[in-house]
């Protein structure tokens, strides 16, 4: 567990020292964005979503869903095409989808994807446990998903965050997404060592829930 930890850490601090050498934003003579405080908020909310219900699905469906037809298609089409369809039925007397537009179509493109993913982690249920009922399957899920969840978020957490830049662009809303490529175009060295820093954080909460549960 510590050589795993440490061999973490180190591939953390690389992209820390890669962000620290960066030259700065002077070279193209652009400032670094101010954060999207608001959209904190929507984007706590949706990754909460997404990490208890793509859960709750794969445990009420267990691993038949990794090769489930009908998910397959809900996972197929591209952001774009989610986002375009939230623009296409969003009410006009609503006004802009705004940020809580863009929680919708992020679920939607997300989680099936994510269901799939759960689902093809779990093991075979038969004949074991399926041979000693419904109750025992239940436990057998439960544990796995529970042993799965810290590493699922870690690994998809930055996928989710650089994912939903399509869908702020059409949206136009200042998400996350959208705040890590700037600073990333403007070689913002202070913005992006932030960035880093919270995501190592969440990676080594990751790493210590997996302890607590084995």
Request: avoid cysteine; aromatic fraction near 10%; glycine fraction near 12%.
């Amino acid at each position: 567990m510590k050589t795993r930890i440490a061999m973490g850490l180190a591939i953390w601090g690389l992209g820390l020292g890669l962000a620290l050498g960066l030259p700065g934003s002077v070279w193209k003579q652009a400032a670094p964005p101010g954060f999207p405080w608001a959209a904190v908020g929507p984007t706590l909310l949706a990754i909460g979503a997404l990490s208890v219900l793509a859960p709750l699905l794969a445990w009420r469906g267990g691993p038949n869903l990794g090769s489930h037809r009908s998910l397959a298609l809900l996972e197929a089409p591209p952001d774009l095409l989610w986002a375009g369809l939230l623009l296409a039925l969003w009410p006009a007397l609503w006004g802009p989808p705004g940020l809580w537009g863009w929680l919708l179509a992020f679920l939607a493109a997300s989680l099936p994807g994510e269901v799939r993913w759960l689902a093809q982690a779990m093991p075979a249920e038969q004949p074991f446990p399926q041979a000693w009922g419904r109750a025992a399957v239940n436990r057998v899920r439960y544990r796995v998903l529970l042993r799965l969840w810290g590493r699922w978020t870690a690994a998809r957490l930055p996928v989710w965050l650089t994912a939903t830049l399509v869908l702020e662009r059409i949206l136009g809303v200042p998400g996350l997404g959208t705040d890590w490529m700037i600073r990333v175009s403007v070689r913002d060295r202070a913005g992006l060592t932030g960035w880093i820093l919270a995501l190592t954080l969440l990676w080594l909460l990751s790493q210590r829930a997996d302890q607590e549960v084995a």
